[in-house]
C-alpha cells in the first residue's frame, strides 16, 4: 500500500510540474490580446509594455500600469530554465527550508544575473499550499554574482507550488512554476475541493467587496475583477502599485500573476476601486488572493471566484 502511494504521489508531481497545455493558455492569452490599451491614438504602435503587452504607444515612454519604460518591436518570448533547489533535499514541516533559484539564459546557457526591477524588486516568489489554506508573497535574497535563495518554512506537511516571476535583462518577464512536496502524514493525492465564496470580506484594516464584470464569470474570455475598499483613508500603494493578486486553481496547475489596471475613487471619496483584467484559462473554481496596504500595513484577502465552460 505504502508503494502504490508513493507512485500515485509521483504521478500527482509530475502532472504538477508539467507545463500548461499550450491550446489551453494560449487562448486566454488571445482573449487578453484582444483588449489592447493604445496610450496615443496611434494605429500603427510599435512601442509596448515587456510587463503588459496590451499597453502599446506609437513613441517612447513609461507604462501608466507598472511604470516600466516601453520597448520597441514585437515580443520575443524566450522561456529561461529554471532550476530549484532544495535545501535539506526532504524538507521537513515547520522547519527551515532553503530554496535557490539557479537561472540559465537560453541563448548563451550561462547563469542569468541581470535583472530589471520590477515592482520594486528583482524577483517575486509565491509560495501556495496543496489545501490553499498557506498564502506567501515575497521576495528572495542574493549576494553579488549568485543565485537568489529564500528560506522558508513549509507549516504541513503536503504539496506546494513555487511561482516565480521576474524579468531578466535582454529578455521577457518570465513566469514560472514549480512544485515542492513536503513528506509527513497522508498526503493529498487529489486536487482541494473548494466552493464559490465571494462574499465581502474584512482583512487587517479594511473591508472589501468583490464584484466581476461580466457577472458571470467565463473561462478563456476577459473578465473585470473590481475589488471595492473601504475606508479609501490612508490608502497607498504596495511594491509600486495599488494592488497585487494571484489567482490559482484548485488544483493548483493554472496560476496568474497580476496587477491593476485602474485605481478609480468613489464620488464621495470613502472608498477606492481596484480593476484587475483577466481571463481565466478553463473552468472550475480558483482562489484569488488580492494584496494592498493601507496605513502601512499590507492587507491580504482571498476569494473562492466559480468559473463556467462557454455557452453553459
Known sequence: MLRVSVILAVAVFCLLTAKAPDPRVRAALDALAGHVHDLDGGADASFYCPMDPDVRSVKPGTCPRCRMTLVEGAPDI????????????????????????????????????????????????????QDLRFFLHTHPERAPDEDFHLDVRFPTAGMYRVLSDFYPTGGTPQLITDTVLVPGGEIALGPTVIAA?????????????????????????????RFRLTPAEGLETYLGAWGHMLAASADLIDMVHGHPIAAIDDSGGGAKEIQFDMAFPRSGVYRVWVQFQRLGVVNTVAFNVPVEEPGL
Open 78 to 129: 524566450s522561456e529561461y530554465p529554471l532550476d530549484l533547489e532544495v535545501s535539506p533535499p526532504i524538507p521537513r514541516a515547520n522547519e527551515t527550508t532553503r530554496l535557490t533559484f539557479g537561472l540559465t539564459d537560453p541563448r548563451t546557457l550561462k547563469p542569468v544575473r541581470l535583472f530589471e526591477v520590477v515592482h520594486e524588486k528583482l524577483y517575486h516568489v509565491f509560495v501556495v499550499s
Open 197 to 225: 465564496d465571494r462574499t465581502p470580506k474584512d482583512t487587517e484594516n479594511a473591508h472589501v467587496v468583490l464584484r466581476t464584470v461580466p457577472e458571470r464569470v467565463v473561462a478563456r474570455q476577459r473578465t473585470s475583477l
